[in-house]
């Protein structure tokens, strides 16, 4: 009968070496990865690495340093990552679903198309609008820093149209602090928040929305809005209102959303009004 084994590491060592070789062409490309795999897990330390297409699931790279790697298509799921260096590391279309990254420095990493979802980034450090073309769905610790506008924004109109208003309320905050001149956003807010009774905060958020309208010169989406408040203002416990009230004001501005930009057209066409 054979010994109990006392680690993983060496077993969880060998099968990401059998996987990588798997998968790499060549004979002294895979060699030369194969090392890059081993140095990796030995020393946490493998700067400028060649990790392309490397499985590296559940791998424990606590404060390992991976600047400059090439990770492109690498799978981090689940992987330990927190206080890794990161820092120019190309990350594109690498899953890190559900990996803890906490504290880890992602500046100047590449993270085109990098699944992020359900991962810890509590304290990363990572670049204004880092976030813009990756998938960071359900991730946590997330500094909205890291996020374009047009990202929070788009989060705001998914959650709304899921029935998640507080949550969508919540994004289009922090949409508004990226972009608090974009109308759009205060007008979205405003909506999420008629959905929650919170009818004095919509009326002014569309109130603030029509008069950002207003100097851009659009007149008639204005006054929708500000007819819009005063009707809410009018109707302060929430009786006739809800969705009632979104569809009677949605349907009188129909002609006017149309003028607006793409991002409104994707808010208000799918809804049941």
């Known amino acids: 009968m054979a010994p109990p084994l006392r680690s993983h590491g060496p077993l969880l060592k060998g099968a990401l070496l059998l996987a990588t070789g798997a998968q790499l062409l060549g004979g002294a490309v895979q060699a030369a990865e194969a090392d890059d795999v081993m140095r990796l897990l030995d020393r946490r330390a493998c700067s400028s690495c060649r990790l392309q297409d490397a499985d590296l699931v559940l791998a424990d790279l606590r404060d390992a340093d991976l600047s400059k790697a090439q990770l492109q298509r690498a799978n981090l799921s689940r992987a330990q990552l927190d206080g890794a260096n990161l820092q120019g590391a190309n990350l594109t279309f690498t899953s890190l679903l559900g990996a803890s990254l ?5 500046r100047g990493a590449q993270l085109e198309g990098t699944d992020l ?6 304290g990363a450090l990572l670049d204004v609008n880092a976030l813009a073309r990756s998938h960071w769905k359900q991730a946590v610790g997330v500094n909205p820093s890291a996020r374009s506008y047009a990202d929070l924004h788009n989060a705001g109109v998914e959650a709304a149209l899921q029935g998640r208003a507080s949550e969508a309320e919540t994004y289009f905050n922090q949409a508004i602090q990226k972009q608090p001149d974009a109308p759009l956003s205060w007008l979205a807010r405003g909506i999420s928040r008629a959905e929650q009774d919170k009818r004095d905060l919509a009326a002014a958020d569309f109130t603030y929305a029509a008069s950002l309208y207003e ?3 659009n007149k008639p989406v204005a006054q929708q809005l500000r007819k819009g408040a005063e ?4 109707n302060p416990d929430g009786k006739d209102a809800g969705n009632g009230w979104g569809g009677q004001f949605l349907q009188g501005a129909a002609a006017i959303f149309q003028q607006l930009a793409p991002l409104a057209i994707k808010y208000f066409a799918p809804l049941a009004f």
């Open 231 to 234: 009707d809410l203002k009018k």
């Open 215 to 217: 100097q851009q010169g």
């Open 102 to 106: 906490r504290g880890a420095d992602l």
């Open 117 to 122: 979802r359900e991962a810890d980034l509590s």
